[in-house]
T-cell receptor
Framework: DAKTTQPPSMDCAEGRAANLPCNHSTISGNEYVYWYRQIHSQGPQYIIHGLKNNETNEMASLIITEDRKSSTLILPHATLRDTAVYYCIVRDSGYALNFGKGTSLLVTP | DTGVSQNPRHKITKRGQNVTFRCDPISEHNRLYWYRQTLGQGPEFLTYFQNEAQLEKSRLLSDRFSAERPKGSFSTLEIQRTEQGDSAMYLC????????????FGSGTRLTVV
C-alpha cells in the first residue's frame, strides 16, 4: 500500500471548517483513500473513503486531486467533539490498514 | 448496541503471567482483525480472520501471541509470559467480506504489564 504524509497537528476554531491534508504521491490506480479518526481512549472510527471522485457523507467531505496524489478531508463545521487524531490511509482490497501517526486536530472554543 | 465489543476494557498483569482478551464482532461480519496500539503511535496490524480461518499474521505477532476464532464468531487473543513491552491498547475490528467500506472497531483492551 502507498505511504501517506500528514501534518502532525492542526488547530481549528469551533464552527469553522477544518481542512485536513494528506499526501499520497505513490498511490496506484486500484488504491482507495480512507479516513479514520480516533478520539482519546476510543477505537478508530471510519469517516469516509474515495477512489477518484469527491465524496460527501453526513460526517465529512473528501476532496481528491485529479492526479490522486493528495486529498483533503473537510469537516464543514467543526465542534469540540471533533477533537481527535485523524488518519489518512491508502489501501487496495487488502485487509491490513497502515495507520501511520495521523494528524492531531484540536478544535478550540 | 450492535457494535464491536471488547472485554475486558482494562487489564493489569504481572510480568510473566498469561492474559486473554475477547472480541465479539458485529454478528453479520465474517472478517475480524486484531491491532495493537502503543502510546503516541497509530494502530498496527496483528492478525486477520475470515470466518474461523486465520489468514494472515504480522511479524509483530511473536510466538507468545495466539489468536483464535472458533466457529467464526467471537475471537480471543492470548499473550503468554507477558513482558513490559506488551503494554498497549489491543483493538479488534470487524467487517463484512470483500468490502471496500470501513472497518468497525471496538473500544479496545488496555493492557498494563507491571
Amino acid at each position: 500500500d502507498a505511504k501517506t504524509t500528514q501534518p502532525p497537528s492542526m488547530d481549528c476554531a469551533e464552527g469553522r471548517a477544518a481542512n485536513l491534508p494528506c499526501n499520497h504521491s505513490t498511490i496506484s490506480g486500484n488504491e482507495y483513500v480512507y479516513w479514520y479518526r480516533q478520539i482519546h481512549s476510543q477505537g478508530p472510527q471510519y469517516i469516509i473513503h474515495g477512489l477518484k471522485n469527491n465524496e460527501t457523507n453526513e460526517m465529512a467531505s473528501l476532496i481528491i486531486t485529479e492526479d490522486r496524489k493528495s486529498s483533503t478531508l473537510i469537516l464543514p463545521h467543526a465542534t469540540l467533539r471533533d477533537t481527535a487524531v485523524y488518519y489518512c490511509i491508502v489501501r487496495d482490497s487488502g485487509y491490513a490498514l497502515n495507520f501511520g501517526k495521523g494528524t492531531s486536530l484540536l478544535v478550540t472554543p | 448496541d450492535t457494535g464491536v465489543s471488547q472485554n475486558p476494557r482494562h487489564k493489569i498483569t504481572k510480568r510473566g503471567q498469561n492474559v486473554t482478551f475477547r472480541c465479539d464482532p458485529i454478528s453479520e461480519h465474517n472478517r475480524l482483525y486484531w491491532y495493537r496500539q502503543t502510546l503516541g503511535q497509530g494502530p498496527e496490524f496483528l492478525t486477520y480472520f475470515q470466518n474461523e480461518a486465520q489468514l494472515e499474521k504480522s511479524r509483530l505477532l511473536s510466538d507468545r501471541f495466539s489468536a483464535e476464532r472458533p466457529k467464526g464468531s467471537f475471537s480471543t487473543l492470548e499473550i503468554q509470559r507477558t513482558e513490559q513491552g506488551d503494554s498497549a491498547m489491543y483493538l479488534c475490528a470487524s467487517s463484512p467480506a470483500a468490502t471496500i467500506y470501513g472497518y468497525t472497531f471496538g473500544s479496545g483492551t488496555r493492557l498494563t504489564v507491571v
